[in-house]
């Protein structure tokens, strides 16, 4: 066996020192040797072998240290990709996880003379998204994978078909409402119409009545006709009334059944088991999270994953968390705030906060914007709105 055979206790010795990581300037790329310290080092670079390697990085210095940039670029966005990749996480913590490999391609054989170099780097070139914060960089990948960007656009697309689906069905809706009252007014117009001719005719037969009546009998016996008569001109008008007042309330209901028509048809549409969309205030009811001090804590909702998972940015902290909606809670303002409805037959549309109802968990909202502006809701729950932050 020889002396520096595998087997050797200098060897095994020498393997056990090696475990972990040593330090970055006692690395050489080109031999990819580790030394353990300054004279190992020194001893290394004027070896035979490290020789022959530098004579090949000095006939295209260039392409060498572009290839190894491109590496080390390519693995640390891999590795973010598939460990971070919906995450805002500082760049020293993936850094850690990069090098944790002891064949690593090492940043001194870069372009790159520190990681902060490097982080600018992936901000200016648009690979992710970097943040300076007090606590170091902080860093987000921007996935920009092709079935990514195509299954994007297939939900944009679908997206779009709905709204304007419901739309085209909000309109239809309304035509209807339209022909049907135009309907009751042009049945109401010829009631009016034909009780004025009925009236008219009643009131002749009275008068040519009083006139004969007078000519033949008393003067006494004239007027109590001619009252008579007066009594039966009132009591027709007033059951010409009550038929107006009957038909205004029957064509009252009938518009309140078409808008409950409505009402019921825009609520099993949009009456999904997701409410999560972004720019929304919730609070976070998890308490797993209870020991981080976020129980009970409020965050806004920046980006939705697969409609049931949020990625919650707390209002004090900051950190950037990823919940379930079982653990989430709507927030409600106060009194003449904006919510979000974000359930149910307006789904997606911003409001007014008019009142709330404490006893029945529920609210009054008044519609901002869209095809229902203006409309009031008054009984809509507490889960069903949300505060726009």
Known sequence: MGKNDFLTPKAMANRMKAKGLQ???????????????????????????????????????TRVLEGYSEEFETTFLDLMRRSHR???????????EYINDRHHVHMNSTEWATLTEFV????KTGKCKVDETPKGWFITYIDRDSETLFKERLKNKRV????????????????????ASEMFNDGEKKKDEDLSLKSGVKVGFSLGGGIIKQAVTTGGQARGESSKHMFEDEE??????????????ERRSALDDLMREEEKKKERMNRKAYWLCQGITVKVMSKALAEKGYYKQKGVVRKVIDNY?????????????????????????????????????????????????????????????????????????????????
């Open 23 to 61: 330090k970055l300037r006692w690395y050489c790329q080109m031999c990819q040797k580790q030394c353990r310290d300054e004279n190992g080092f020194k001893c290394h670079c004027m070896s035979e072998s490290h020789q022959r390697q530098m004579q090949v990085f000095g006939q295209n210095p």
């Open 86 to 96: 919906f995450s805002r996480i500082a760049a020293t913590v993936v850094y850690n």
């Open 120 to 123: 600018k780097y992936l901000g």
């Open 160 to 179: 779009k078909s709905d709204l304007a689906e419901e739309e085209k069905q909000e309109r239809e809706i309304q035509r209807q409402i339209e022909r």
């Open 236 to 249: 027709d008008e007033r059951g010409e009334k009550r038929k107006r007042s009957g038909g205004d309330s």
């Open 309 to 389: 998972v949020g990625e919650v940015e707390m209002i004090d902290s900051k950190h950037v968390l990823r919940v379930d909606q079982e653990e989430l809670e709507t927030v409600l303002p106060q009194i003449g705030g904006l919510v979000k409805i974000v359930n149910g037959a307006y789904r997606g549309s911003n409001a007014k906060l008019l009142g709330v109802d404490t006893d029945k968990f529920c609210a009054k909202v008044q519609i901002e914007k869209g095809v229902y502006e203006g409309r009031v809701i008054k009984a809509i729950e507490y889960e069903d709105v949300c505060k726009i932050a």
